[in-house]
Nanobody
Framework: QVQLVESGGGLVQAGGSLRLSCAAS????????MGWFRQAPGKEREFVAY????????YYADSVKGRFTISRDNAKNTVSLQMNSLKPEDTAVYYC???????????????????WGQGTQVTVSS
């Protein structure tokens, strides 16, 4: 089992930056691919970013491409999301998620992740 705890959320003005972190328990962190998702009020949870087990490949939603960067440190059992040039529409609860499934076609599917954190609120004011 993997337990995930997010941190780093907060209130920021449009154009600002935040760095989210997700700490994972357990000794098998490197066997999990990791994703970040977000959920705004009244909306479905949506894919933000994904990183493979080794960190060798990364994928982003079109809405955040060029502004967000996902990274991981397998020695420290952490995955991070650096968010720059934030916009009010980025306001949401952000979740990190872990999965062992390697099928790349399903990285956008929330149901294909095995473990989730509790989420951290990001609010971007205009």
């Amino acid at each position: 089992q993997v337990q995930l705890v997010e941190s780093g959320g907060g209130l920021v003005q449009a154009g600002g930056s935040l760095r989210l972190s997700c700490a994972a328990s357990g000794r098998t962190f490197s066997t999990y691919a990791m994703g970040w998702f977000r959920q705004a009020p009244g909306k479905e949870r949506e894919f933000v970013a994904y990183i493979t087990r080794s960190g060798g490949a990364r994928y982003y939603a079109d809405s955040v491409k060029g502004r967000f960067t996902i990274s991981r440190d397998n020695a420290k059992n952490t995955v991070s999301l650096q968010m720059n040039s934030l916009k009010p529409e980025d306001t949401a609860v952000y979740y990190c998620a872990a999965r062992q499934l390697m099928t790349m076609s399903t990285i956008y599917d929330v149901t294909k992740y095995d473990y989730w954190g509790q989420g951290t609120q990001v609010t971007v004011s205009s």
